[in-house]
């Protein structure tokens, strides 16, 4: 058997390739949408991927099932109760793929979204114990998939959560503790609360260590697992409705097209967002008037994603050599509106249309605090951060939600954002700027740089 993980960090996203080296046979499961470094494994290996399995329609990424398939023919196959606009086989429950001595057997477990499964694979068939199990977002290390996501598809939170406790205790907790567990997220996912930074383990220490497998009735296991969940980016809906549509593929080798200086500005006046990707630090040196700072050294497609519109046109400003990652990345959660790009060195042509953005050390925001009586001061880390601990001055818009709160903010009052580390409040400040605010400033450090400050 052949069997590796892909981990992406930007989206604490993992994928699976799985093979049998007697036939040549492989799955994937759960891709990412950009599927060059599959194909070129595989290639490797001397693998044909026969089929891809899906666990659920994802919410946090655009998976790359149609660009594999298109690719390779292979089958995309999902749980019983998905509903795809694409050609796909539905697994029944039980239902096996053998790829040779390797056996996957599929699981369905609904509660994280109605269609998700699981897939049991096997190194032998008739092996006793499993090699393992692909979780996807049923099963997280340290974690369950939150039931509380998805709950326009018709289930409320309740019902979705009924129901993974049941998938949860009938379908994985009867695996032998020998078992390893291998889900689709780690740390920094939205789908869970409590993601570990680990991704994989075993059943039997997911029995004995993960706080959700410690509940014997529903009701305490949904109460539990529902509470205190981050908020999820804006663009969720947008992906998982997509996800089972039969949309276009990316061209992940086609990099956006160059604009020119005027057709830069021209774009900008006609309401196109403009991101520029670099990192806060050269942002702030100088940038185009009205562009919003999201850099690619963070969780570029995900802030970008709350804070753009899946519908919103978009170019954007890179350093040189950088502009067909900032694309795919994009494209990763559905983002495909880039109808151009721009290298930011040459923003040096057009100085009038250049500015630079006010960051504050934490000593410098002191200052301000105690000589501006009427300064508005923004937090805009999520929920669950601000409720552990905060300014006392300080409202909380999370970075997130910041587009459609502006209302509750004065625009013409001298304002101050900070977050945890200072990634997010360059993007927040960026996206106040863009929208008139004129007196914006961050802070350099965020709130642990104000803590150390205070103590």
């Given at each position: 058997?052949?069997f590796e993980?892909?981990?992406?960090?930007?989206?604490?996203?993992?994928s699976?390739l799985?093979?049998?080296?007697?036939?040549?046979?492989?799955?994937?499961v759960d891709?990412?949408?950009?599927?060059?470094?599959?194909?070129?494994?595989a290639?490797?290996?001397?693998?044909?991927?026969t089929?891809?399995?899906?666990?659920?329609?994802?919410?946090d990424?655009?998976?790359?099932?149609l660009?594999?398939?298109k690719?390779?023919?292979?089958?995309?196959?999902?749980g019983?109760?998905?509903?795809p606009?694409?050609?796909?086989?539905l697994?029944?429950?039980?239902e096996?793929?053998?790829l040779?001595?390797v056996?996957?057997?599929?699981?369905?477990?609904?509660g994280?979204?109605?269609?998700?499964a699981?897939y049991?694979?096997?190194?032998?068939d008739g092996?006793?114990?499993?090699?393992?199990?692909?979780?996807?977002?049923?099963?997280?290390?340290?974690?369950?998939?939150?039931?509380?996501?998805l709950?326009?598809?018709?289930?409320?939170?309740?019902?979705l959560?009924h129901?993974?406790?049941?998938?949860?205790?009938?379908?994985?907790?009867?695996?032998?503790d020998?078992?390893?567990?291998?889900?689709?997220?780690g740390?920094?996912?939205?789908c869970?609360?409590?993601l570990?930074t680990?991704?994989?383990s075993?059943?039997?220490?997911?029995?004995?260590?993960?706080?959700?497998?410690?509940?014997?009735?529903?009701?305490?296991f949904?109460?539990?697992?529902?509470?205190?969940?981050?908020?999820?980016?804006?663009?969720?809906?947008?992906?998982?409705?997509?996800?089972?549509?039969n949309?276009e593929t990316?061209?992940?080798?086609v990099?956006p097209t160059?604009?020119?200086v005027?057709?830069l500005?021209?774009?900008?006046?006609?309401?196109?967002?403009?991101?520029?990707?670099r990192?806060?630090?050269f942002f702030?040196?100088?940038?185009?008037?009205?562009?919003?700072?999201v850099?690619?050294?963070?969780?570029?497609?995900?802030?970008a994603?709350?804070?753009?519109?899946?519908?919103?046109?978009?170019?954007?400003?890179t350093?040189?050599?950088?502009?067909?990652e900032?694309?795919?990345r994009?494209?990763?959660?559905?983002?495909?509106?880039?109808?151009?790009?721009f290298?930011?060195?040459n923003?040096?042509?057009?100085?009038?249309?250049?500015?630079?953005?006010s960051?504050?050390?934490?000593?410098?925001?002191a200052?301000?605090?105690r000589?501006?009586?009427?300064?508005?001061v923004?937090?805009?880390?999520g929920?669950?951060e601000y409720?552990?601990?905060?300014?006392p001055?300080?409202?909380?818009?999370?970075?997130?939600?910041?587009?459609?709160?502006?209302?509750?903010?004065?625009?013409?009052?001298?304002?101050?954002?900070?977050?945890a580390?200072?990634y997010?409040?360059?993007?927040?400040?960026?996206?106040?700027?863009?929208?008139?605010f004129?007196?914006?400033s961050?802070?350099?450090?965020?709130f642990?740089?104000?803590?150390?400050?205070?103590?």
């Amino acid at each position: 058997m052949i069997f590796e993980q892909f981990y992406l960090e930007c989206l604490s996203h993992a994928s699976y390739l799985l093979g049998d080296q007697s036939t040549g046979k492989a799955v994937v499961v759960d891709p990412q949408r950009d599927i060059a470094q599959y194909l070129d494994r595989a290639r490797e290996l001397n693998l044909t991927i026969t089929h891809v399995l899906e666990t659920h329609f994802h919410a946090d990424f655009l998976s790359g099932h149609l660009e594999l398939a298109k690719a390779t023919g292979a089958t995309i196959c999902y749980g019983a109760e998905a509903r795809p606009q694409f050609a796909a086989h539905l697994l029944a429950d039980g239902e096996r793929i053998v790829l040779g001595d390797v056996v996957i057997e599929t699981r369905l477990t609904p509660g994280h979204t109605p269609e998700s499964a699981s897939y049991v694979v096997y190194e032998h068939d008739g092996d006793a114990v499993p090699y393992g199990v692909l979780t996807g977002d049923t099963l997280f290390i340290g974690d369950v998939g939150r039931p509380d996501l998805l709950v326009s598809v018709g289930k409320t939170a309740d019902e979705l959560g009924h129901m993974l406790f049941a998938s949860i205790q009938n379908k994985l907790l009867t695996l032998p503790d020998p078992t390893r567990v291998f889900p689709a997220h780690g740390a920094g996912s939205a789908c869970g609360k409590n993601l570990s930074t680990e991704t994989s383990s075993t059943m039997g220490v997911q029995r004995r260590d993960n706080y959700a497998l410690q509940f014997t009735d529903a009701d305490s296991f949904v109460a539990a697992v529902t509470e205190g969940q981050p908020e999820a980016p804006g663009y969720f809906i947008y992906d998982a409705v997509l996800n089972q549509k039969n949309r276009e593929t990316l061209e992940e080798h086609v990099p956006p097209t160059a604009l020119t200086v005027t057709q830069l500005l021209d774009a900008r006046d006609k309401g196109l967002q403009i991101i520029d990707t670099r990192e806060s630090q050269f942002f702030a040196a100088g940038h185009l008037h009205g562009s919003v700072n999201v850099g690619l050294a963070g969780r570029y497609a995900e802030y970008a994603g709350s804070v753009i519109r899946p519908d919103e046109d978009i170019v954007i400003v890179t350093d040189a050599g950088m502009e067909l990652e900032a694309k795919v990345r994009l494209a990763r959660i559905g983002y495909d509106r880039v109808v151009g790009s721009f290298i930011a060195d040459n923003l040096a042509d057009v100085p009038s249309e250049v500015g630079r953005a006010s960051r504050l050390t934490a000593h410098e925001f002191a200052q301000r605090r105690r000589e501006v009586a009427t300064l508005q001061v923004v937090d805009v880390r999520g929920d669950g951060e601000y409720a552990i601990n905060h300014l006392p001055e300080a409202s909380n818009i999370p970075v997130s939600q910041l587009r459609k709160r502006l209302t509750e903010l004065d625009p013409l009052t001298p304002t101050v954002v900070y977050c945890a580390g200072g990634y997010r409040s360059s993007i927040a400040a960026s996206v106040l700027r863009a929208n008139g605010f004129r007196d914006v400033s961050d802070v350099l450090g965020g709130f642990e740089a104000i803590l150390q400050l205070q103590n």
